[in-house]
Structures are given as structure tokens and as C-alpha cells.
């Protein structure tokens, strides 16, 4: 097994923290096209290598399949930059590169030979500025799947691990749950990466279903945290900025029923459930009530939710640190389903998120409850005058919002492999853009804004650079401004 | 850490050029919130525009006027399609326009197909796009100490930067307080109170609405100028924290102000060092790491603007029958 490449894995991560798994698609497009190396700049063999703005590193240390340091091997390094140097007593060796770009590790292959290594190059992408790409391990002897014929098929140790294994030190291929990816790439996955290379470009079709179906899941989840962030709007008039901290607090709840507490996965989930909901009625009785109460504008109050929305941030940051928090620590089996990779947490998930905003649907169409919040979002006014309790309504949306949001970080957490202090965050302009698509303050157009937004986000990197791709959902929402906007199932009104 | 260091770091942000480059984005907008009204999220948006304006001609060899030129026009063209959308729609509108159009830009920036352009994520670093600014410096080489703080003259965060920056504040200030008072100023300040009775007065308020978003944005891509020459162009540090700071900068001094953004930033910016310090120099690291104490500054910088705007939407300056947050 000469899998010391990099592991192929397919895209379906949505979240800039994630984007390691396309990135590492795209290097093996780029290892395609570009044929020819470009000359060397300027990389520097150093004794170690801590990567900054300025430089990413590639280092590692060579030893033989029994763990033993070899010394005095050149290693050559190549590609965007190149240099050589010798590894030290203890087998470790670092170059300081000062491109991003895709580089090849080489070491002699007599050597590899001598010390049964399974392989005597492999290749990692550098990116400074990309947290998990900015230093590349490469170790041979783990690529050797001929020593005890049992890695061959184990997920997460086939040779470098893309350089994004959290990695201080090289041994750390395979831990999925903090490098954040979406270990995802099952045996199959990565035994097919290979021959597939070739193919990969005229496998657009595949890549379309698979995009599209990544789409559709992250428009679930989205749709989870937006509809209720619409409920809000429509009862209040409030965007709130806050609400995508209420998505990355049903996560870390998760996290810590799961990891910290050690419970069982359904009862975190509904631990976490049940604080996002007792943070919307904490907060609603305590901020947002008595700021209506004293006729505070909405526009007054949004800038309150940024406050709020700093502040809970870094309070998660501060006490649980700026890496990606796990929920699950085991990788679940991927099955394909006709053009399709999936696994069965993901439909889950996905089966979950539906049942969830149905559930929402009957309940603001069948219920009392219900049609007095859909006459509060009407006209609050006017339902007061008719005898609703709009406070009583606005109290519930807040409860019911948060829990929600809570629901769709836990969801998350799990599809992505993690959560971190800022997740919700990054997701907030997506629910906004999901929002003002549907209509603000329409229940069902926030479904299917985020439906249309998920699906461009994941779509659009068919065709335009993967970096790119949130950018494109949101000249979504700019464009149908200059259409049509008051979104998709917004009434035409004069707003101005 | 001794008190002495901590006053002097303190102080030391009084007159760094961080604080004028978010005293310039500050007025910018007050013109646009302030003065008319205008819920602009997206003011860090301005601010990258105008260094990517700055500093990409300036590694192209453009000289200093040119390129100047370049970050204002870029910033009057984005202001134009923004506006021209958005401003006849209500605030929510103009408030997630800008905000989504500022993360676009960002998202565009950082880029590794605009490399070649804009440096990717890494951005553009300050051997490109400062030396000729530092070379305009009249100041002698090596270093000056006045007071507490030495700097040098005029390489990177320097006494030269600091000149022009905070004399920048200074004529910016005073335009803005010869708008505030003028005929112009006085239909914008119509605008914010009730566009409706503008309108029926026969003004175009769409137009005085772009006027207004152009000027301020104008004053944010200076602000970004400024914010870039003492350290690199990096997309990420224009991202939508900037705005965030701005708008706290602005509701603490009192929007519709003419000295409320400069006292914002350095009160802002004096506290915030100050209280980040001692939190590092009283509280051993092991209880609370570094980069916990700067989360924590963050979490001071959120809680002061909830708590701004719920007990105090007028800020230290401001009056509270100005600034009533009509939308």
C-alpha cells in the first residue's frame, strides 16, 4: 500500500474551519495541471520550524517501521520552493517554506528500501494562513501498510494526513476530531482516490450529485437555525446577530454532555436542547422584554444583539479555547447511495432537521398557539387589540428559536465532526442572506431561502474557487434585493 | 509587570495610528448613522476596499497620489452600488447589504485565486506599499522619545504615521463640523429625523442618502489607509470585528457628535490596553492564559455595548433628543 499521498477525501464540509477536505481536493486537481514544478524561491532547511504569517513548515522524522530514528538521510524537498537537508540524530527534519502552494517530500529510495519504509516521497499542501494547513508532516514509515498489513484500510493513518493533523511533533495522523476535518473518507474512499485522480475532472457529474447533496443537508441545518432566527424577526422586528452564538452553544453543550460529562450522544442532545431554550427565556425576561417595554427601537435592540453576540463569542473562546471541539469522537462508516457518499448519522441529521421544521410548520398552522404567533408576526398591534398575549407569544418564539438553534448546533457538530467557539458566527450572514432570500418574517420562506443558499454555497465551488463559495451565496441575497426585496414569499410593500 | 509599563502602554494608544485610523472610520459613520441615519454594518468593507485601493497600486509602482485616488474611488464605486439598491429600502436592508458586502469583499481577498492580486489570506506585507510613504517623511532618521513613548521616525508605526494620521483626524473634523452646520447637513439630519417630511419638503432623499453614504465611506477607506501602514494588508483583520468596534466607538463618544468618534476611540482603546495589561501583569498564567485575557477583552467590549446602548444610546456626548434610533 503506497499510500503515502495524501488521502483523498470527498468534499462535503461547510464551514471555513472544514474547508481542509476540498482544499485537499483542489491540491490534487492542482498536482494534475500543474505538470511542471516552478523554479525554486526561496524555502530554508531549519532545525525546527513553528509556522507564522510569513512561513508555513513541512517537516517530520524519519524512522523505520520500528520506530527508530535514521540519521544523515537527505531529504529534498520540491515544488513551489525547494531545498535539501539531512535529518538529524533523532531522524527529525524541517524545512521553512515561504509559498503556499503543493510540495513533494523525497527521500532516497534506497534508504526507504534498506528500512522497509512503504515509500520514499509524498506530497503536502502548504497554506500559511489556513490553520490547519500551514504545517505539513510527512512521515514515511506509517505509510508502510506492508509491516503488519493492518493500516491499510484503518482510516486515519494512511501516510500524511494532508498536513492538517493538529501536529506538533508528526505522530498525530489520524486524529480526526481536533484537526476538525470530516473524516469522512472511509477505506473505499481512499483506496479509490487514486485511480479516480484521472478521472476527477471529467467526474464533474459525480461531484454535481454529491454537491448538491451537501447542499441540501446544509440547507436543512441552515433552514433549522433560520427559521426560527425569522420566527424572531417577524414577532419582534429584531435581526438578531446574536442567534448564531445560540447555534454554537447547542454544540459545545453537546460537546460537553458528551466528552466532558460522558452521556450518551441523544441525551447530550437533549441537554443542549434544553439550555438554548432556557437561554431564550433567560434572555427574553431579562434583555429583550424590558426593552420593549421601554419602546427601545429594533434597530437600537440589533445593536444590542452584536454586543451580546461579542460577548458570548469570547466567552466561549475563553472557556473553551479556540480549537474544534469534537462531539463524537468515532468516524461512522460511509455507504454510497447511488452517486452518493453518505453515512448514516448524516441522514439522521438530515431525517431530524425535516422532522423538526414540519413539526414547526403544523404547529404555526394547526395550532392556537401557532396562528397567534402568525397574527403577532401580522400585525402585533392588531393581535393585541384581538386579545393575544403578545409578551406570552414573544416568550415561546424566543424559547422555541434558541432550542432550535440549539437543535441545529448539535446537528452540525455531529455532520461536521465539531464545533468551535466561532462556527455559529461564520454561519450568521448565511442565515441572514437565507432569511432576507424567503422574506423576512415569512416562516416558510426562511426553509426554503437556506435550502436555495445551501445548495449555491455547496454548488457554486463546482465552478468558482472553494474559498469562494459563501461569497456567491451572498451576491445571492444582493442580487434578489435589486429583484424582488422583500424576498421570495415576502408581500410587495412599499418599504421606503 | 510594573504599573509604570502598563500607564505607558496605556497611553501609548492614545495617539497610536490604529486609534486615529478607527477615530477616521468612526466619523465616516457618524456621517452615515449620525448624521442621516444610515444603519452601515459593513464600515471594515470601506476600510479593506481602501487598502487594497492603497496598497496593491502601490506595489504596482503608482506614486502616492495615484494611489490614493485609487483607494477613494474604489470606495465611492462600492458606495454607489450599494446604495443604488438599497437606499430607497427600509434600514434592515442597507444594515445586511453592507454587512454581506463587506464579507464579500473579504471572502474575494482572502482568496488563493487572487494571489497574484491581493495576496490571498496572507495579504500584502509592508516593504510593498509603504516605502514610499516613509520616504515623503521630512523627519530625520533614527528614533525620537517625547514624553513616555519612543518610536522611530519613520519606519512602519512611527512618529511620521502618527502625524499624518492624527492630522488627518483633525481636517476630517473639521469638514464634518462644517457639514454639521451646514444647509447640506442640516437636510441629512431632516433625513434621519423623518425622511418622509424631507421628502414632501421636494428633496431628493435618495440622493442626499447616497451623498452621505459616499463622504463616509470616503473617511473609511482613509481609515483603512491608515489602519494598514503600520503593520500589512491582511483581509482578516478588516473582517466584521472592525465594524463592530467602529460602531462601539461611535456609541461611546455620542453618534451625531463632532468630537464623540475621537473621544470613543481613545477611551476605547486606553481602557480596553489598560484593562488587558493589568489582567496580564496581576493574573499568573496559569490561571488565565494570554489569549484568554484578550478574549476576555472582547467580552468587556461587548457587555459596554449592550450596556451603551440600553442605558446610554447617546453616548458621553451626545444628546439623547438628538439620537433617537428611528427605524
Redesign the interface.
Known amino acids: 500500500m503506497t499510500a503515502a499521498t495524501i488521502r483523498c477525501r470527498r468534499h462535503r464540509s461547510v464551514l471555513p474551519p472544514l474547508t481542509a477536505l476540498a482544499a485537499a481536493l483542489i491540491a490534487i486537481l492542482m498536482t494534475l495541471t500543474i505538470s511542471q514544478p516552478t523554479p525554486a524561491i526561496a524555502a530554508e532547511s531549519v532545525a525546527t520550524c513553528n509556522p507564522t504569517?510569513?512561513n508555513g513548515c513541512v517537516n517530520g522524522i524519519l524512522q523505520d517501521a520500528s520506530k527508530k530514528p535514521i540519521a544523515g538521510v537527505t531529504v529534498t524537498l520540491s515544488g513551489a520552493e525547494s531545498a535539501t537537508t539531512q535529518t538529524d540524530a533523532n531522524g527529525k527534519w524541517a524545512f521553512s517554506v515561504t509559498a503556499?502552494g503543493t510540495y513533494t517530500v523525497t527521500i532516497d529510495e534506497s534508504v526507504a528500501k534498506k528500512h522497509g519504509l512503504g515509500t520514499n516521497t509524498a506530497d503536502v499542501e502548504i497554506?500559511?494562513?489556513?490553520f490547519d494547513k500551514q504545517r505539513g508532516v510527512v512521515r514515511f514509515d506509517q505509510s508502510a501498510g506492508s509491516a503488519g498489513g493492518s493500516s491499510d484500510s484503518s482510516n486515519g493513518s494512511s501516510g500524511t494526513s494532508d498536513g492538517s493533523s493538529s501536529g506538533d511533533d508528526g505522530g498525530t495522523a489520524g486524529t480526526n476530531g481536533s484537526s476538525g476535518e470530516r473524516g469522512s473518507s472511509s477505506a473505499h474512499d481512499t483506496a479509490d482516490a487514486t485511480d479516480k485522480l484521472s478521472a476527477t475532472l471529467a467526474n464533474i457529474g459525480a461531484r454535481f450529485w454529491q454537491q448538491l447533496y451537501s447542499g441540501v443537508i446544509f440547507g436543512l441545518m441552515l433552514g433549522l437555525m433560520s427559521v426560527g432566527m425569522n420566527l424572531v424577526y417577524g414577532t419582534t422586528r429584531l435581526?438578531s446577530f446574536s442567534h448564531g452564538e445560540q447555534v454554537t452553544l447547542g454544540g459545545l453543550m453537546a460537546y460537553v454532555g458528551t466528552q466532558l460529562l460522558h452521556w450518551p450522544l441523544v441525551i447530550s442532545a437533549v441537554f443542549a436542547v434544553a439550555v438554548g431554550a432556557l437561554t431564550g427565556w433567560i434572555q427574553n425576561e431579562l434583555?429583550w422584554a424590558p426593552?420593549r417595554r421601554k419602546h427601545?427601537?429594533?434597530?437600537?435592540q440589533?445593536?444590542?444583539t452584536?454586543?451580546?453576540?461579542?460577548?458570548?463569542?469570547?466567552?466561549f473562546?475563553?472557556f473553551f479555547?479556540?480549537d474544534i471541539k469534537g462531539i463524537t469522537k468515532s468516524v461512522p462508516d460511509s455507504f454510497a447511495l447511488g452517486p452518493i457518499t453518505t453515512d448514516a448519522p448524516t441522514l439522521i441529521s438530515a431525517g431530524l432537521a425535516i422532522v423538526v421544521i414540519i413539526g414547526i410548520t403544523l404547529f404555526l398552522y394547526k395550532t392556537r398557539l401557532g396562528r397567534a404567533t402568525r397574527a403577532v408576526s401580522d400585525n402585533a398591534a392588531l393581535a393585541a387589540a384581538s386579545g393575544i398575549n403578545v409578551e406570552q407569544v414573544v416568550r415561546i418564539v424566543w424559547i422555541l428559536s434558541c432550542a432550535m438553534a440549539a437543535l441545529s448546533g448539535v446537528l452540525l457538530g455531529i455532520y461536521l465532526n465539531g464545533i468551535s467557539w466561532n462556527t455559529g458566527?461564520t454561519l450568521l450572514?448565511l442565515m441572514?442572506?437565507a432569511v432576507?432570500l424567503g422574506g423576512?418574517g415569512t416562516a416558510n420562506g426562511a426553509l426554503v431561502g437556506s435550502l436555495v443558499i445551501g445548495i449555491v454555497a455547496d454548488m457554486s465551488s463546482l465552478i468558482i474557487?472553494n474559498?469562494?463559495r459563501?461569497?456567491s451565496a451572498?451576491?445571492i441575497?444582493?442580487i434578489v434585493?435589486?429583484v424582488r426585496?422583500q424576498g421570495i414569499f415576502g408581500k410587495a410593500q412599499r418599504?421606503? | 509587570m510594573d504599573i509604570l509599563t502598563i500607564i505607558s502602554n496605556a497611553a501609548g494608544e492614545l495617539i497610536a495610528p490604529t486609534t486615529a485610523a478607527y477615530v477616521l472610520a468612526a466619523i465616516g459613520l457618524n456621517i452615515h448613522f449620525g448624521m442621516t441615519g444610515l444603519m452601515n454594518m459593513g464600515q471594515a468593507g470601506f476600510m479593506l476596499l481602501g487598502a487594497y485601493g492603497f496598497a496593491v497600486t502601490q506595489s504596482m509602482g503608482a506614486n502616492l497620489f495615484a494611489s490614493i485616488c485609487a483607494a477613494v474611488a474604489l470606495a465611492v464605486i462600492y458606495a454607489l452600488l450599494l446604495g443604488i439598491p438599497t437606499l430607497k429600502l427600509g434600514p434592515d436592508y442597507l444594515s445586511m447589504v453592507t454587512l454581506a458586502a463587506a464579507e464579500i469583499i473579504r471572502i474575494i481577498g482572502r482568496s488563493t485565486s487572487m494571489t497574484n492580486l491581493t495576496g490571498g489570506s496572507a495579504g500584502i506585507s509592508p516593504q510593498d506599499f509603504t516605502t514610499q510613504f516613509e520616504n515623503l517623511s521630512p523627519l530625520p532618521d533614527g528614533s525620537t522619545t517625547f514624553l513616555l513613548w519612543t518610536y522611530s521616525n519613520n519606519i512602519a508605526n512611527s512618529w511620521w504615521l502618527r502625524i499624518v494620521a492624527w492630522a488627518l483626524v483633525i481636517v476630517a473634523t473639521l469638514l464634518v463640523w462644517r457639514w454639521f452646520h451646514s444647509p447640506w447637513g442640516r437636510v441629512l439630519k431632516g433625513i434621519r429625523e423623518d425622511e418622509n417630511a424631507i421628502r414632501s419638503l421636494g428633496k431628493n432623499v435618495t440622493k442626499y442618502k447616497m451623498e452621505s453614504l459616499i463622504l463616509g465611506g470616503i473617511f473609511g477607506a482613509f481609515a483603512g489607509i491608515i489602519f494598514v501602514l503600520p503593520r500589512s494588508v491582511q483581509p482578516d483583520s478588516l473582517g466584521r470585528t472592525v465594524t463592530f468596534y467602529t460602531w462601539t466607538i461611535l456609541l461611546l463618544g455620542g453618534a451625531a457628535t463632532i468630537f464623540g468618534p475621537i473621544l470613543g476611540s481613545c477611551l476605547l482603546w486606553v481602557l480596553l490596553t489598560f484593562v488587558k495589561e493589568t489582567m496580564r501583569g496581576t493574573i499568573p498564567e496559569t490561571l488565565i492564559s494570554s489569549n484568554q485575557v484578550e478574549a476576555l477583552g472582547w467580552v468587556i467590549v461587548g457587555v459596554a455595548l449592550m450596556c451603551l446602548v440600553i442605558f446610554r444610546p447617546q453616548g458621553l456626548l451626545g444628546d439623547r433628543k438628538e439620537l433617537a434610533f428611528n427605524a
Open positions: 504569517a510569513q503556499d497554506v500559511k494562513n489556513s435581526s434583555v426593552l427601545v427601537g429594533p434597530m437600537q440589533m445593536i444590542v452584536i454586543g451580546l453576540s461579542m460577548a458570548l463569542q469570547y466567552l473562546q475563553f479555547g479556540g458566527a450572514l441572514f442572506a432576507t423576512l474557487p474559498d469562494m459563501y461569497a451572498l451576491a441575497l444582493i434585493l435589486l426585496p418599504v421606503g
